[in-house]
């Protein structure tokens, strides 16, 4: 006897005899009978499937692929693709409004992509289709460059296998200048969110046959063309780089703009470099996630490179690799490392001079960088959909691994231009006789020594996290590492007086000793994340070992933050 209930039950026939896909309609009737001779884990997971629809956010869609209204598949791609139609043309009022679709490499991508283009064709769109897969900032780019008024990418960017996602761009006449080529925020969401619920029967979509363009080769090679006029031509280009696309879509124009731009020694990790939506070598396909770049690091290691490039499967994400010569060992630089080296370098070497911007959970040393030469710096909330839109911006970041270097051009994190910058800054570092890691020691010299890490706590049930939120708020510590806690403010109590923020679920410490912590929830995991950031004085003309006091200071500080911030959240 099935454990489904008969409202249960009715609404999973209902979605099988409307779902258009054979073979997530096949698996639902498995599942179907699975629980009807009492499979546990069946009754489970149809539950899961059906217990809401995918949420669409500023993110738009992502999640596994499955099927039911809280999975990704056909039909819930179906009902988004029109939604953002009828939003474009009834919302907004745009007459054949011009949308572009891109996807990535893995599965079902592309057909999630066709299918968008059939729908919106079909509705009154303009569609140009990517004639094959390509990285998400190419789509970024293709919003402003082509003036569309939206853009999609089918790509789930760094999630596991199973997965898949679905993102959005509005631009052209459906946005306002701040947001040309930028991912969605409210009240957009909300509104496309509105026209997806009020999507009828997934068969009763009219689809078109044909009628949309392809964008084929000349869109990349636009792409190319401008990101590849940013490095100094004159700049020195010895320098040995391996790189790595996670079995992304990366390694193809990664490639093309390195050598294009006189980076001759390149060398790709081989059993990464193709597009392979399994992920076969990793884990998990994020440059960040422990064991990712191993394999990276042992050709680097066997061919004595000066750098490792690694962007994340869909490439708008950049991380860089190196020989720390104060461990004698290859580390990841941290988030907030590359995006200081960058901002950095493109203040000093190429001369920007405008708004540089960082999330407010990123480290606050461009900041200073940045005041020192004159610019503004502004903080923003979590998310490129909020950084790229600061006024005036030149360069923005997170400490995510997102680096937006060429804002005129793609208004979005940009893994292949950024990578163009660690290709030169290691190149130049190596041609001045030091490395990344030497022009960080300057920049501590110059600034202090700011230094950051995280503390994530893992929840089983989303209650918790509201659990520990609001211990902090009703008890926050009165000391971190034994300096005390002078400022407590409430993100969620946004003021631009207090703050400068919109309000946000989170909270902001900061400490005599000028160390900072921000608490917010994961917005794509079930976990709570501490941002722990101290800065160290260094000394006038500190030499190495002065400074390496320092740094060994600092790593002290930070850890006995996290542990006073673990005990205040969990009340152990």
């Given at each position: 006897?099935?454990?489904?209930?008969?409202?249960?039950?009715?609404?999973?026939?209902?979605?099988?005899?409307?779902?258009?896909?054979?073979?997530?309609?096949?698996?639902?009737?498995?599942?179907?009978?699975?629980?009807?001779?009492?499979?546990?884990?069946?009754?489970?997971?149809?539950?899961?499937a059906f217990a809401g629809d995918l949420e669409f956010g500023t993110a738009g869609?992502?999640?596994?692929?499955?099927?039911?209204?809280?999975?990704?598949?056909?039909?819930?791609?179906?009902?988004?693709?029109?939604?953002?139609?009828?939003?474009?043309?009834?919302?907004?009022?745009?007459?054949?409004?011009?949308?572009?679709?891109?996807?990535?490499?893995?599965?079902?991508?592309?057909?999630?992509?066709?299918?968008?283009?059939?729908?919106?064709?079909?509705?009154?769109?303009?569609?140009?289709?990517?004639?094959?897969?390509?990285?998400?900032?190419?789509?970024?780019?293709?919003?402003?460059?082509?003036?569309?008024?939206?853009?999609?990418?089918?790509?789930?960017?760094?999630n596991p296998p199973a997965d898949n996602g679905y993102k959005v761009y509005l631009?052209?006449?459906?946005?306002?200048?701040?947001?040309?080529?930028?991912?969605?925020?409210?009240?957009?969401?909300?509104?496309?969110?509105?026209?997806?619920?009020?999507?009828?029967?997934?068969?009763?979509?009219?689809?078109?046959?044909?009628?949309?363009?392809?964008?084929?080769?000349?869109?990349?090679?636009?792409?190319?063309?401008?990101?590849?006029?940013?490095?100094?031509?004159?700049?020195?280009?010895?320098?040995?780089?391996?790189?790595?696309?996670?079995?992304?879509?990366?390694?193809?124009?990664?490639?093309?703009?390195?050598?294009?731009?006189?980076?001759?020694?390149?060398?790709?990790?081989?059993?990464?470099?193709?597009?392979?939506?399994?992920?076969?070598?990793?884990?998990?396909?994020?440059?960040?996630?422990?064991?990712?770049?191993?394999?990276?690091?042992?050709?680097?290691?066997?061919?004595?490179?000066?750098?490792?490039?690694?962007?994340?499967?869909?490439?708008?994400?950049?991380?860089?690799?190196?020989?720390?010569?104060?461990?004698?060992?290859?580390?990841?630089?941290?988030?907030?490392?590359?995006?200081?080296?960058?901002?950095?370098?493109?203040?000093?070497?190429?001369?920007?001079?405008?708004?540089?911007?960082?999330?407010?959970?990123?480290?606050?040393?461009?900041?200073?960088?940045?005041?020192?030469?004159?610019?503004?710096?502004?903080?923003?909330?979590?998310?490129?959909?909020?950084?790229?839109?600061?006024?005036?911006?030149?360069?923005?970041?997170?400490?995510?691994?997102?680096?937006?270097?060429?804002?005129?051009?793609?208004?979005?994190?940009?893994?292949?231009?950024?990578?163009?910058?660690?290709?030169?800054?290691?190149?130049?570092?190596?041609?001045?006789?030091?490395?990344?890691?030497?022009?960080?020691?300057?920049?501590?010299?110059?600034?202090?020594?700011?230094?950051?890490?995280?503390?994530?706590?893992?929840?089983?049930?989303?209650?918790?996290?509201?659990?520990?939120?609001?211990?902090?708020?009703?008890?926050?510590?009165?000391?971190?590492?034994?300096?005390?806690?002078?400022?407590?403010?409430?993100?969620?109590?946004?003021?631009?007086?207090?703050?400068?923020?919109?309000?946000?679920?989170?909270?902001?410490?900061?400490?005599?000793?000028?160390?900072?912590?921000?608490?917010?929830?994961?917005?794509?995991?079930?976990?709570?994340?501490?941002?722990?950031?101290?800065?160290?004085?260094?000394?006038?003309?500190?030499?190495?070992?002065?400074?390496?006091?320092?740094?060994?200071?600092?790593?002290?500080?930070?850890?006995?933050?996290?542990?006073?911030?673990?005990?205040?959240?969990?009340?152990?």
């Amino acid at each position: 006897m099935s454990c489904l209930d008969a409202a249960l039950r009715a609404r999973v026939e209902e979605w099988i005899a409307d779902d258009p896909d054979l073979a997530t309609r096949a698996a639902l009737e498995s599942l179907l009978e699975q629980a009807d001779a009492g499979s546990a884990p069946a009754v489970e997971e149809i539950r899961d499937a059906f217990a809401g629809d995918l949420e669409f956010g500023t993110a738009g869609l992502r999640g596994r692929m499955a099927p039911g209204p809280n999975r990704m598949n056909l039909a819930v791609v179906s009902r988004a693709a029109r939604g953002l139609a009828d939003h474009l043309t009834g919302d907004l009022g745009l007459e054949e409004p011009l949308v572009v679709i891109g996807f990535d490499a893995r599965h079902h991508s592309a057909d999630f992509a066709h299918a968008s283009a059939e729908i919106m064709t079909a509705a009154g769109c303009r569609v140009h289709l990517l004639e094959r897969h390509g990285p998400t900032p190419l789509i970024a780019f293709a919003v402003r460059h082509l003036g569309a008024d939206a853009g999609i990418v089918v790509t789930a960017s760094h999630n596991p296998p199973a997965d898949n996602g679905y993102k959005v761009y509005l631009g052209g006449r459906a946005s306002a200048r701040d947001g040309q080529g930028v991912q969605i925020v409210p009240p957009s969401d909300a509104q496309i969110a509105a026209r997806i619920a009020a999507v009828g029967p997934v068969r009763g979509i009219e689809r078109a046959e044909s009628g949309w363009e392809t964008l084929g080769e000349q869109l990349r090679e636009d792409y190319l063309a401008a990101i590849c006029a940013l490095p100094d031509l004159d700049g020195p280009r010895d320098v040995r780089i391996v790189h790595t696309a996670m079995h992304g879509v990366g390694t193809e124009t990664a490639l093309a703009a390195l050598h294009r731009t006189g980076f001759a020694e390149v060398h790709p990790v081989a059993k990464q470099a193709d597009p392979d939506p399994d992920f076969p070598t990793v884990a998990f396909p994020n440059p960040e996630e422990p064991g990712a770049i191993d394999l990276a690091l042992e050709l680097a290691r066997t061919l004595e490179a000066d750098v490792v490039i690694a962007n994340d499967p869909d490439a708008d994400r950049c991380a860089a690799a190196v020989l720390d010569p104060h461990l004698g060992d290859w580390r990841m630089l941290t988030g907030d490392e590359l995006g200081v080296l960058l901002g950095d370098h493109l203040i000093r070497r190429h001369g920007y001079a405008g708004t540089v911007a960082n999330s407010v959970v990123s480290s606050r040393w461009l900041g200073r960088i940045a005041q020192a030469a004159g610019l503004e710096a502004a903080t923003t909330l979590t998310g490129f959909k909020w950084i790229a839109r600061a006024p005036g911006i030149v360069f923005g970041y997170e400490e995510a691994i997102g680096y937006c270097v060429l804002p005129e051009v793609v208004r979005d994190k940009d893994g292949l231009s950024a990578a163009l910058m660690v290709a030169e800054m290691a190149a130049l570092a190596r041609a001045e006789g030091t490395t990344l890691v030497g022009r960080l020691d300057e920049l501590a010299r110059e600034h202090g020594l700011f230094a950051t890490s995280q503390l994530s706590l893992r929840v089983t049930e989303l209650a918790e996290r509201d659990v520990m939120m609001a211990r902090l708020r009703a008890e926050p510590p009165a000391a971190l590492a034994g300096a005390e806690v002078t400022t407590v403010q409430d993100l969620a109590e946004g003021s631009a007086e207090t703050t400068g923020l919109p309000a946000t679920d989170g909270v902001q410490l900061a400490a005599a000793d000028d160390a900072r912590v921000i608490v917010r929830p994961s917005g794509t995991e079930p976990k709570l994340k501490c941002y722990i950031e101290v800065r160290e004085e260094v000394p006038a003309g500190a030499d190495e070992a002065a400074l390496g006091e320092v740094r060994r200071a600092a790593s002290a500080h930070l850890e006995q933050i996290t542990e006073d911030m673990r005990r205040a959240l969990t009340g152990a």
